[in-house]
C-alpha cells in the first residue's frame, strides 16, 4: 500500500497548481474593483509579479514553487483590496469630517 502511495504522491506533485493560481487572479480581481492600483499599488504589484513568477514556474515545471508563489500572489492581492478599502474608508471620513468643520463654521 504504502509502495503505490508515493507514486501518487509525486504525480499530485508535478501537476501544475492550477487552484492555486484561479485562486491568486481571483483576488487580484478584486483587489482591481477595490481600486487598489490607487490606493495600494505596492502590494497590488506585489501580488501581480508573484502570479506571473508562478506562472513562469509552472513553464519551468518547478511546481513547488508556483504553488508556494500563487499563494503568496493571493494573499498579497488580498492585503492589496484590505488596504485600498481601509484608504477609501479614510478618505470618506476626512470628506465627511471636513464637510461637518465647514456646516459649524456657517
Known sequence: ?????????AWAKALPPEQELA?????????????????????????????LRARAAVEDKDMKLAR???????????????RSRLQKAREQADAARDANRSLKRD
Do not use: S, T
Open 1 to 9: 500500500a504504502v509502495l503505490l502511495l508515493v507514486p501518487a504522491l
Open 68 to 82: 508556494q508563489l500563487a499563494l503568496e500572489a493571493e494573499v498579497d492581492a488580498e492585503l492589496a483590496a484590505v
Open 23 to 51: 485562486d491568486a487572479e481571483a483576488a487580484l480581481r478584486i483587489a482591481d474593483e477595490r481600486e487598489a492600483i490607487v490606493h495600494a499599488p505596492v502590494e497590488r504589484g506585489f501580488a501581480e509579479d508573484k502570479l
